[in-house]
């Protein structure tokens, strides 16, 4: 079944949303990451539609342009998160499953936290739990190494330097770590659109969560990991089961970097599915 676009009304915003699978499906919602856009998911779209699930991938809020409001606020995670539980209240789905990569899965673990009677499931990719985060970061000293990219980008002329030379910086990181060329084509196209880079950026910015004061995840979770993640260090990764109480699966992929859904979409497509199917909602 092939995945149909479309655009959700949302409050006062429009997001762009790409979905796919049966109405009837236990719904999937997938939240991209930093600097991608619902393109990372369109192979996991495709596997969850023939497995009989409905996945539902929007570009998120700064994405999308019917949703690219200019100031920092807007952008920090309450409202992020409460974009992603709006369009599941769209859908009429009661409980889903949760997916997300990088920032997606920072906001996948605050969703599972706030809301484990709507989460089902959650499947994180790269990213740690934050309070996993937050221990790596004050013990391992290379884990600051790994995240100075997150002070930077919140210098005033960080989208300055990010645009030169076509993206030349941010390019060179992702085809290090496998993305396509023509993946990075579009996203480097929406990132073109105006505002939108500022847009990234402000997740970045308007981040001010105290990260080692979020509770303990309850619900079934599966965290995955490349052995290669240039931004997140096996001891956040590792650290990530202490702060989960519900069942817990840590899959660490040999050789996988941190954007391990562009590099091992099929192997991601496995795990995911045999995960959401532990659990019916």
Same mark, same amino acid.
């Given at each position: 079944?092939?995945?149909?676009?479309?655009?959700?009304?949302?409050? !006062?915003?429009?997001?762009?949303?790409?979905? #796919?699978?049966?109405?009837?499906?236990?719904?999937?919602?997938?939240?991209?990451?930093?600097?991608?856009? $619902?393109?990372?998911? $369109?192979?996991?779209?495709?596997?969850?539609?023939?497995?009989?699930?409905?996945?539902?991938?929007?570009?998120?809020?700064?994405?999308?342009?019917?949703?690219?409001?200019?100031?920092?606020?807007s952008?920090?995670?309450d409202?992020?998160?409460?974009?992603?539980?709006?369009?599941?209240d769209?859908?009429?789905?009661?409980?889903?499953?949760?997916?997300?990569?990088?920032?997606?899965?920072?906001?996948?673990?605050l969703?599972?936290? #706030?809301?484990?009677?709507?989460?089902?499931?959650?499947?994180?990719?790269?990213?740690?739990?934050?309070?996993?985060?937050?221990?790596?970061?004050?013990?391992?000293p290379?884990?600051a190494?790994?995240?100075?990219h997150?002070? #930077?980008?919140?210098?005033?002329?960080?989208?300055?330097?990010? $645009?030169?030379?076509?993206?030349?910086?941010?390019?060179?990181?992702?085809? $290090? !770590?496998? *993305?396509?060329r023509a993946? /990075?084509?579009?996203?480097?196209?929406?990132?073109?659109?105006?505002?939108?880079?500022?847009?990234?950026?402000?997740?970045?910015?308007?981040?001010?969560?105290?990260?080692?004061?979020?509770?303990?995840?309850?619900?079934?979770?599966?965290?995955?990991w490349?052995?290669?993640?240039?931004? *997140?260090?096996?001891?956040?990764?590792?650290?990530? !089961?202490?702060? *989960?109480?519900?069942?817990?699966?840590f *899959?660490?992929? !040999?050789?996988?970097?941190?954007f391990?859904?562009?590099?091992?979409?099929?192997?991601?497509?496995?795990?995911?599915?045999?995960? /959401?199917?532990?659990?019916?909602?």
């Open positions: 079944m092939e995945a149909q676009t479309e655009t959700w009304t949302i409050g !006062e915003f429009h997001f762009t949303v790409d979905t #796919a699978g049966p109405a009837s499906g236990p719904p999937v919602l997938l939240l991209h990451g930093f600097p991608e856009t $619902r393109r990372m998911w $369109r192979y996991q779209l495709h596997a969850l539609a023939a497995a009989g699930f409905r996945g539902v991938a929007p570009d998120q809020r700064g994405y999308s342009p019917g949703a690219r409001p200019t100031s920092v606020e952008y920090a995670c409202r992020l998160t409460a974009d992603a539980i709006a369009m599941m769209r859908c009429g789905a009661r409980r889903f499953h949760l997916v997300g990569h990088d920032w997606g899965g920072q906001l996948a673990w969703l599972a936290v #706030a809301h484990p009677d709507r989460v089902a499931t959650l499947t994180t990719l790269s990213r740690p739990h934050p309070a996993a985060f937050a221990r790596a970061m004050a013990e391992d290379e884990q190494g790994r995240s100075r997150h002070a #930077a980008f919140r210098q005033p002329d960080a989208a300055e330097r990010l $645009r030169q030379d076509d993206f030349k910086l941010l390019r060179a990181g992702l085809e $290090r !770590e496998g *993305v396509a993946d /990075l084509d579009t996203y480097f196209h929406t990132l073109s659109e105006p505002g939108a880079l500022e847009a990234a950026i402000n997740w970045y910015r308007a981040s001010n969560i105290a990260f080692a004061e979020i509770p303990l995840v309850s619900v079934p979770t599966l965290y995955i490349g052995t290669a993640d240039a931004t *997140v260090g096996r001891r956040a990764a590792e650290l990530t !089961e202490q702060f *989960v109480s519900g069942p817990y699966r *899959v660490p992929i !040999e050789g996988g970097g941190h391990i859904v562009d590099q091992f979409p099929e192997r991601i497509a496995e795990l995911l599915i045999a995960h /959401l199917r532990s659990t019916s909602l």
